[in-house]
């Protein structure tokens, strides 16, 4: 099979001539279908951020496919069958597991870092873990559900608890954000969309958002949204991972308001303590999905709830696939996915 490999940092991803790989007890191999391109995959290229297992290594979390050979001892999988794969693989073990916090599993196995992921034409993983699709979600653009989706719903939902009625600021609309705002809004909140980007502003009304603020021209942000919200945000998203702002995500919520750390920060950020302590503030963080929630989040695709289809922009073949990192790096588009049998 032809597979899309990591060799090393600051270098292109290589095609490369694998063998197909064979289930073991308890595995099936997952014709890929699609898988979508991510952020993460840019902090391990360009970043210098260490995969956990070194290179060599196939990269890709994102997968969507057909079951295509079965392992001994799988029961309820059949060859054919329409399934996802999620990004990270729980133990079911470890004390986050066993109070039903799998996502931040203290064994987690993330395709694509501590074992090879879907840039390929065949993935295995253990049965246990995939998802059914059913028929009626695009197979190919339900990969994004994966990650792109699942992240922000686990953000939206069990992080920032949001409700109907409650007024909500994104900042960031990249991948991550402009799902976070899809979200919340199907959740019934008023969305108010931060960005420095015209297009993603966009995009974030595209989405649902009924309100934008254009970072590049706002003088003060936290400033602005604390007047365009009557006093402050209820829930306050930061979808960037930059620590400056996350001050402003923390600046431009109400009294007892609640921010959302969804971003990746590799440098500390300064947190006014007082403030925090004062206004009652709080302040979480938000990582993966649980296991529990991607029924749910199917279940919403499905019926119209969640759009995934619109949020693919481009789509490569693994021959392409160091084309559609540049459209990462340059920002260009939504979410770019890689289809291998293209
Ligand atoms: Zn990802
Ligand atoms: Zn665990």
Request: with cysteine; charged share 25%.
């Amino acid at each position: 099979m032809k597979a899309a490999v990591f060799i090393g940092p600051n270098r292109p991803l290589e095609i490369q001539e694998r063998p197909i790989p064979v289930p073991e007890h308890g595995e099936i191999v997952i014709k890929v279908a699609a898988c979508g391109l991510c952020h993460t995959d840019l902090h391990y290229i360009d970043h210098g951020v260490p995969t956990f297992a070194p290179p060599p290594l196939i990269l890709g979390h994102e997968a969507s496919g057909t079951v295509f050979a079965v392992g001994d001892g799988v029961a309820d999988r059949h060859v054919g069958d329409r399934v996802l794969v999620p990004a990270v693989l729980s133990c079911g073990r470890c004390e986050a597991c066993r109070r039903g916090r799998e996502n931040i599993c203290a064994n987690g196995v993330m395709l694509g870092n501590h074992i090879d992921g879907a840039y390929a034409e065949f993935l295995k993983v253990p049965a246990k873990d995939v998802l059914s699709l059913p028929p009626e979600l695009p197979l190919v653009e339900a990969c994004l559900i994966a990650d792109a989706v699942s992240t922000p719903y686990h953000a939206v939902v069990n992080r920032g608890e949001v409700r109907p009625g409650d007024r909500v600021v994104v900042f960031g609309c990249g991948g991550v954000g402009i799902n976070v705002i899809q979200i919340a809004v199907a959740a019934g909140a008023e969305v108010w969309a931060v960005d420095m980007k015209p297009e993603r502003l966009e995009f974030a009304l595209q989405f649902g958002a009924a309100h934008v603020i254009d970072a590049s021209s706002a003088p003060d942000v936290a400033r602005a949204v604390r007047r365009a919200t009557d006093g402050g945000a209820d829930i306050a998203f930061e979808a960037i991972g930059n620590p400056k702002t996350v001050r402003t995500a923390i600046e431009s919520v109400r009294r007892g308001g609640r921010i959302v750390v969804v971003g990746f920060c590799s440098e500390p950020a300064e947190i006014p303590a007082g403030k925090v302590m004062f206004t009652e503030l709080e302040i979480r963080g938000s990582l993966g999905c649980r296991p529990v929630d991607y029924p749910r989040i199917i279940e919403l695709a499905r019926r119209g709830r969640i759009r995934i289809t619109e949020l693919v922009s481009e789509r490569v073949s693994l021959q392409d696939i160091n084309r559609g990192l540049d459209f990462l790096r340059a920002g260009i588009g939504l979410r770019t996915i890689v289809v291998p049998s293209q």
